[in-house]
């Protein structure tokens, strides 16, 4: 009779601390600020199109997990439209930045989205 006790509280009791370590982790100041949604409309002007710039931007956006779209202009630059958390559209940006030949970015703060899911190219 102990032996089923055991194992029918141990799941509850892993459980309830993993819902201890999450409701710590929401209450940590450190999340608060760094959890703050943003959306930003951005516009790339240099050597973007044709480097897989896009492709490449969709791959970074998917792995910090934001949400939007890029696409190619016919002027020759790239569009953009992303959110997420505050933090990871700043890692976003700066990884192009380092790896493409950006001459201009021009970023817009736009307001929140609600319902996008994933982050894809558009044609």
């Given amino acids: 009779m102990k032996f089923r ?3 029918v509280l141990l799941p509850l009791c892993l459980l309830a601390g993993q819902e201890l370590q999450a409701q710590k982790a929401i209450k940590s100041p450190r999340n608060s600020v760094s959890m703050e949604q943003q959306r930003y409309h951005v516009f790339f002007t240099g ?6 710039f896009r492709a490449t931007t969709q791959e970074y956006a998917r792995e910090l997990q934001l949400t939007g779209w890029v696409r190619n202009l016919r002027d ?3 569009e953009m439209q992303v959110q997420g958390p505050a933090p990871d559209l700043k890692k976003l940006l ?3 930045d380092q790896r493409f030949e950006i001459n201009k970015m021009e970023k817009r703060r ?5 319902g996008p899911v994933g982050f894809e190219v558009l044609r």
């Fill in 110 to 114: 736009m307001s929140m989205q609600k």
């Fill in 5 to 7: 006790i055991l194992i």
């Fill in 76 to 78: 020759g630059r790239v």
């Fill in 94 to 96: 700066d990884r192009l």
């Fill in 47 to 52: 050597k973007v199109q044709g480097v897989y």
